[in-house]
């Protein structure tokens, strides 16, 4: 095995997705037990890609949610808390809490996507 770098998000990432957010999960609502979750995850080499650790791929959400995502690929990927390669996070809206879908930016705007 290869030695294992820190690959995750800065700080300051984290701290505009927990804005960005409004410091609750995106699919449930919570302000409890939150986490950065990568929507298209990290691994097979996929770290290196540089917007892996950028705003567009996190989402915050609760600790819950983030083990449902696992165990319901089919809807995790409908409302885009998952993103499937080679979809980048950026093309691919992301359903929130409130029920709509927005499209985010790697510098942290959320700006409400466009009906497809
Ligand atoms: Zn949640």
Known sequence: MKARRRTGPTNVVKAIVHDRDGGAC???GTQNHLTIHHRVNRGMGGAREEWINQAHNLLLV?????????DNPRESYQAGWKVRRPQLPSKVPVRYADGREYQLTPDGVRAKAVTR
Do not use: A, I, Q
Request: proline share 0%; net charge neutral.
């Open 62 to 70: 609760c600790t819950v949610c983030n083990g449902w995502f696992e």
């Open 26 to 28: 995106v699919r449930c």
